[in-house]
């Protein structure tokens, strides 16, 4: 089993900027690729932006030049950096882990943190 604690949400004017950080425990050795979800009320998770080990990113259209994602292989923790934040990136945020980059962009047997709300107020 591994489990993932995120922090750093909250709320945020519209053109700043937020970092959510995430830390894995338990079982890493089952892990690859980290990265983060979006759900907003309404609407279907998707996958803002992942991490291979090996370094390799994946971003979705709507984040590419405003996110960035990193991590830190030894510390078993992932980062997002969030810049010039729109009102429509208010949503929850999930942590997820899993084997392959691949595997966790179709959630594929994902692990999943438990969530933080990121709110942008326009």
């Known amino acids: 089993q591994v489990q993932l604690v995120e922090s750093g949400g909250g709320l945020v004017q519209a053109g700043g900027s937020l970092r959510l950080s995430c830390a894995a425990s338990g079982s890493r050795f089952s892990i690859n690729a980290m990265g983060w979800y979006r759900q907003a009320p309404g609407k279907q998770r998707e996958l803002v932006a992942a991490v291979g080990r090996g370094g390799t990113t994946n971003y979705a259209d709507s984040v590419k030049g405003r996110f960035t994602i990193s991590r830190d292989n030894a510390k078993n923790t992932v980062y997002l950096q969030m810049n010039s934040l729109k009102p429509e990136d208010t949503a929850v945020y999930y942590c997820?882990?899993?084997?392959?980059?691949?595997?966790?962009?179709?959630?594929?047997?994902?692990?999943w943190g438990q969530g933080t709300q990121v709110t942008v107020s326009s």
């Open positions: 997820s882990a899993g084997m392959t980059l691949l595997a966790l962009s179709v959630m594929k047997d994902n692990y």
